[in-house]
């Protein structure tokens, strides 16, 4: 029932009549609508039968993650997605609470369609629903020109970038979360699944007493994600589970997917998993780390230098300056959320000044020890609320940035960190950390003009919504005294 269940896409099934694919992507790009070979698509869905599917789930990111999409029955799949699949363009604005926010050629513009392409490519079977498949799909203007809203595009326009220095960005997640289980006992009706101390880095049933964690790791592995290895976390109900490293966008992709179906199978067992940043105030907060390289075209490791003292290469300590130096705007990207800064602070293990050091982590950046091919940066500053597309296209963004201008880093941090008279503080809010982004123009820049545009409205619209709302912290503090 767990075993790899991996679905086989002949090669004729991906081809492509116009630009759909590529990754070269730029404001100056005129993109040509993407078409699909009808003959191909024909064949894939012909394929699909053959593996039992009848149903192949069309998804993309929207600004926060959420995974947006339509399905399509195979026997019907050729001729649906041929020209695309057409969805509201709002749907980028559109808050967890439902409502639109107004972003430019939204509402004011009628509410016009873009039109998502899948890529399939990705296709993979969901192994805990029978006879449907899942693909992503990338998103595209009715005239044929990207959707800068869209992340995974985002993400392409950045790997293009790499692209001419001849290199090629690596990327392995890692990504905290919380299970929750139904209670009678608090106003949400939610609490931490198997309350218990201690019980950090423990397997089995003490720390999962229904195993759930054992059950999701078998159907993540039968989904084609490429996941390594899960454990318990230090809060009761907190998880880790690490994927595997691979190109950026593959690890994009994955990390997204994740998310998804961590979400969906906790529903399956009538629980919650929440990536929320910080969801109770007497335990941590759940992370997003992000482990990054670049290799050559010829598939050398860019970030090794056995001839250096420390036997990191001056690409790689450029790539941590250009880090460091964003690293006010890239919070607005890594840490989305109101809720997020509520995770910062000293010693909690998550970062609170913007720092690097070698294998600690204490530090916003962390080198890991190993070297040769594992040669890496660990970018701890991420919090799991974070869009997975956005966060490593941020992080690539500042990282190229270092190295096309080749930056030098300062000093590495010694010791235990949290010292602000060591290193600058990180941005201690979202407002903070937004007026950050829209001021950083070289990263705005790579990222694109028109996405930091329509995340900045979107961003500050969560600000003004929370800064009208009666928060229950008001109501206990004030209204029996006042």
């Known amino acids: 029932m767990f075993g790899p269940k991996r679905l086989f896409v002949p090669r004729a099934t991906r081809l492509w009549t116009g630009l759909a694919g590529a990754v070269l992507l730029n404001d100056k790009a005129e993109v040509q609508m993407a078409h699909f070979e009808t003959a191909g698509l024909e064949d894939f869905a012909?394929?699909?039968?053959?593996?039992?599917?009848?149903?192949?789930?069309?998804?993309?990111?929207?600004?926060?993650?959420?995974?947006?999409?339509?399905?399509?029955?195979?026997?019907?799949?050729?001729?649906?997605?041929?020209?695309?699949?057409?969805?509201?363009?709002?749907?980028?604005?559109?808050?967890?609470?439902?409502?639109?926010?107004?972003?430019?050629?939204?509402?004011?513009?009628?509410?016009?369609?873009?039109?998502?392409?899948?890529?399939?490519?990705?296709?993979?079977?969901?192994p805990w629903e029978p006879g449907v498949a899942h693909v992503i799909a990338d998103v595209y203007n009715p005239d044929g020109s990207v959707s800068e809203e869209s992340p995974r595009m985002v993400l392409k326009r950045v790997i293009s970038q790499f692209a001419e220095l001849g290199m090629q960005p690596i990327v392995g997640p890692e990504l905290e979360f919380y299970v929750l289980e139904r209670t009678d006992k608090n106003p949400t009706g939610w609490q931490r699944y198997g309350e218990a101390t201690g019980n950090v880095y423990v397997a089995g049933l003490k720390g999962d007493p229904e195993n759930v964690l054992l059950r999701t790791l078998r159907h993540l592995s039968a989904f084609g994600l490429e996941v390594v290895a899960a454990n318990h976390e230090f809060s009761s109900g907190q998880f880790e589970i690490n994927l595997w490293h691979s190109q950026a966008l593959d690890a994009a992709d994955r990390a997204f997917r994740f998310k998804t179906a961590i979400q969906e199978l906790a529903r399956q067992e009538d629980k919650l998993a929440t990536f929320m940043a910080k969801p109770f105030n007497d335990e941590g907060g759940s992370g997003f780390h992000i482990h990054f390289s670049t290799w050559d075209d010829a598939g050398q490791p860019l970030f090794d230098d056995p001839k250096a003292k420390d036997g990191l290469s001056k690409t790689g300590k450029s790539a941590i300056a250009g880090v460091l130096a964003h690293a006010p705007a890239l919070a607005a990207i890594s840490n989305p959320t109101i809720n997020s800064y509520k995770r910062f602070g000293p010693d909690t293990l998550a970062p609170w000044l913007i720092d690097w050091g070698f294998d600690n982590r204490s530090a916003m950046v962390r080198i890991p020890p190993e070297r040769g091919k594992a040669s890496r940066m660990e970018l701890r500053l991420g919090d799991?609320?974070?869009?997975?597309?956005?966060?490593?296209?941020?992080?690539?963004?500042?990282?190229?940035?270092?190295?096309?201008?080749?930056?030098?880093?300062?000093?590495?941090?010694e010791g235990y960190g949290y010292d602000p008279s060591k290193a600058d503080k990180l941005p201690g809010d979202l407002a903070s950390?937004?007026?950050?982004?829209?001021?950083?123009?070289?990263?705005?820049?790579?990222?694109?003009?028109?996405?930091?545009?329509?995340?900045?409205?979107?961003?500050?619209?969560?600000?003004?919504?929370?800064?009208?709302?009666?928060?229950?912290?008001?109501?206990?503090?004030?209204?029996?005294?006042?």
């Open 46 to 126: 012909a394929e699909m039968v053959t593996q039992g599917i009848d149903v192949i789930r069309v998804g993309y990111s929207d600004l926060i993650g959420t995974d947006r999409g339509r399905d399509v029955l195979v026997n019907r799949f050729a001729r649906t997605v041929g020209d695309g699949v057409a969805f509201c363009r709002s749907v980028y604005a559109t808050t967890p609470m439902g409502d639109v926010v107004e972003i430019e050629g939204g509402l004011e513009a009628g509410l016009p369609d873009v039109l998502a392409f899948p890529d399939v490519s990705t296709v993979q079977v969901v």
């Open 433 to 482: 950390a937004l007026d950050a982004l829209e001021a950083d123009a070289d990263l705005a820049g790579i990222l694109g003009k028109q996405f930091v545009e329509t995340f900045l409205t979107y961003k500050r619209n969560e600000l003004e919504r929370f800064n009208h709302w009666v928060t229950d912290w008001e109501f206990r503090e004030y209204a029996y005294h006042l």
């Open 384 to 413: 799991a609320s974070a869009n997975p597309y956005l966060a490593i296209a941020g992080l690539l963004a500042a990282a190229y940035l270092g190295i096309r201008d080749e930056m030098q880093p300062p000093a590495p941090l």
